[in-house]
T-cell receptor, first 112, second 110 residues
Framework: NAGVTQTPKFQVLKTGQSMTLQCAQD?????MYWYRQDPGMGLRLIYY???????DKGEVPNGYNVSRLNKREFSLRLESAAPSQTSVYFC???????????FGQGTRLTVV | AQRVTQPEKLLSVFKGAPVELKCNYS??????LFWYVQYSRQRLQLLLR??SRESIKGFTADLNKGETSFHLKKPFAQEEDSAMYYC????????????FGSGTRLQVQP
């Protein structure tokens, strides 16, 4: 009964390093999302994917890329990390007809 | 663009006291409104949605289109209600992603 699984849970990067945050869901959902959560700002949408092979920018896409290689997995890549990308990142998934979105446990990323 | 405002960062009440967490939104159409909750060390999860008009864990929320509000209420707070609460909105176009408020931390003291 995993739901939405994110890896890693914690990560510290140096400025300029790259990394990929992984997200997988086992609920056969079509739509997947990446959000970032910053203090005092709630969650903001970075990218989303309506279905396998499609992606689109959200509210704060700069500095990120995504890949939706199959229905289960939606990864978020930071090519050159910056301190401004220090945040908690959440992946979510839902079916088009479902009102509820299911969230992963989050990845706490610190860029020094 | 749509927007969700939660004016209180922190709400502290005593056990047994009534609770009201405020949420206002701006959107010209007819959005779906939700309350999500994040307990300590747990993932964000749906608490309730306006279309269901249900009561979950004693919480209710009524959509007031005239005041563009969706306040969350509970008549008698319990210590286990302590958590971070997010109001969220979804519009019926495009990506159908959630737009979140900045959240309110509810602290229920014994």
């Amino acid at each position: 009964n995993a739901g939405v699984t994110q890896t890693p849970k914690f990560q510290v990067l140096k400025t300029g390093q790259s990394m990929t945050l992984q997200c997988a869901q086992d609920m056969n959902h079509n739509s997947m999302y990446w959000y970032r959560q910053d203090p005092g700002m709630g969650l903001r949408l970075i990218y989303y994917s309506a279905s396998e092979g499609t992606t689109d920018k959200g509210e704060v896409p700069n500095g990120y890329n995504v890949s939706r290689l199959n229905k289960r997995e939606f990864s978020l890549r930071l090519e050159s990390a910056a301190p401004s990308q220090t945040s908690v990142y959440f992946c979510a998934s839902k079916d088009p007809g479902d009102t509820e979105a299911f969230f992963g446990q989050g990845t706490r990323l610190t860029v020094v | 663009a749509q927007r969700v405002t939660q004016p209180e960062k922190l709400l502290s009440v005593f056990k047994g006291a009534p609770v009201e967490l405020k949420c206002n939104y701006s959107y010209s159409g007819s959005p779906e409104l939700f309350w999500y909750v994040q307990y300590s060390r747990q993932r964000l999860q749906l608490l309730l949605r306006h279309i269901s008009r249900e009561s979950i864990k004693g919480f209710t929320a009524d959509l007031n289109k005239g005041e563009t509000s969706f306040h969350l209420k509970k008549p008698f707070a319990q210590e286990e209600d302590s958590a971070m609460y997010y109001c969220a909105l979804r519009v019926d176009t495009g990506r159908r992603a959630l737009t979140f408020g900045s959240g309110t931390r509810l602290q229920v003291q014994p």
